[in-house]
């Protein structure tokens, strides 16, 4: 099997050159086709030889992820089927609001953590992907950002299928193939990474000094009703959680984003509020706050307005900064809670 050249590292390459009697700059051309043109073969790689192009070929692959099905809402919101090269499926979305059009990736081929509330954890982590699929599901979605609301891409978060801090450096070499001018040159600050909490890694984050923002997907700031939903909070308790998001922002002075979907008669009384409160005043942060995307798996409701407006306005009348997130793309399971594969027949089955 040929090496996926984009795996390769720049030491291999550059040796590789040398080896069949090629300059060193051939690299940067190499590099610039890969990650700013997006080839997917190495004949379109026209200011290389012949020669260099066949010896690329005989040695390495190019892996193209595919689009297998595209799905629109009526409000707009894109959602892609991804068949990656090993027959594995994931899914991305595209959200366009007026001022924003934002990508929504996935970082792993299923999920390990199973939270009670999220499609995705109900299936079975396949594998991570690695940085070049996590990359080209943005330059997919940011082409298809254009060819549909000729607007370009704005934002990115990882809130896709998969838990990003579990698959650490695929998720950091790919933010910074995109963040790098010999790749897509966005900002750092237009790239958020979301997690269900893991201390240790919310850690890591800060000693590597990242400048993307950081959401942690909360739900409940009590323990009891935190191990509930997210079996995670078992090994990550709220106390080592609000400890990680304290060094993560004095580490980079990040503000951080706490994530917080309103479960009706769960998590959405005035004590919850106030529990959600005495967590958030910890750190400077802001709170979202999400409407309950349904799943088949789960019983759970949203709360009602009168409750979210209370919910709301409790933690406004503490001076901290919320914001109501409405859902977008319910109508093709492409909200958030809702990615996950429908496979019929071992194809992609669209409902």
């Not at 997690?195 to 009891?224: C, P, R, W, Y």
């Not at 959680?241 to 993560?248: R, T």
């Not at 995307?293 to 919910?311: G, K, V």
């Amino acid at each position: 099997m040929k090496k996926d050249i984009r795996t390769v590292d720049e030491q291999e390459l550059i040796d590789f050159l040398q080896q069949i009697g090629e300059k060193n700059y051939r690299l940067q051309q190499i590099q610039e086709w890969l990650w700013k043109k997006h080839v997917s073969s190495f004949e379109q790689m026209t200011n290389l030889s012949k020669n260099l192009r066949e010896k690329l070929h005989e040695h390495y692959s190019i892996k193209k992820i595919q689009i297998k099905t595209l799905q629109k809402s009526t409000d707009g919101t894109l959602k892609f089927g991804f068949e990656l090269s090993d027959g594995h499926l994931i899914e991305g979305v595209l959200i366009p609001t007026p001022k924003r059009m934002t990508a929504c990736i996935s970082s792993q081929v299923g999920c390990s953590l199973t939270c009670k509330f999220c499609a995705t954890g109900y299936m079975k982590l396949k594998r991570n992907l690695l940085a070049h699929e996590i990359y080209e599901q943005v330059e997919i979605i940011r082409q298809q950002a254009v060819e549909n609301y000729g607007i370009p891409l704005t934002n990115i978060v990882l809130m896709g299928m998969g838990e990003p801090l579990l698959n650490y450096k695929n998720v950091l070499s790919a933010i910074e193939k995109i963040t790098s001018p010999k790749g897509m040159e966005m900002s750092a600050k237009r790239i958020t990474v979301s997690t269900a909490g893991i201390a240790k890694m919310i850690k890591k984050l800060a000693d590597d000094q990242v400048k993307f923002e950081l959401a942690l997907s909360l739900h409940a700031a009590n323990d009891k009703k935190r191990n509930t939903i997210m079996p995670i909070n078992e090994t990550n308790s709220l106390i080592n959680l609000k400890e990680a998001l304290q060094y993560f922002y004095q580490k980079t002075k990040n503000q951080i984003t706490l994530e917080y979907i309103v479960f009706q008669d769960f998590n959405d009384s005035l004590d919850d509020a106030k529990e959600l409160y005495q967590f958030a005043k910890s750190f400077p942060c802001k709170i979202n706050i999400i409407e309950y995307n349904p799943i088949e798996h789960a019983n759970f409701a949203n709360t009602t307005a009168d409750r979210l407006e209370n919910f709301k306005n409790y933690l406004k009348s503490k001076g901290m900064v919320v914001n109501i997130r409405r859902s977008r793309g319910r109508d093709i399971d492409a909200a958030c809670g809702q990615l996950a594969i429908k496979e019929k027949e071992g194809k992609l089955f669209v409902p």
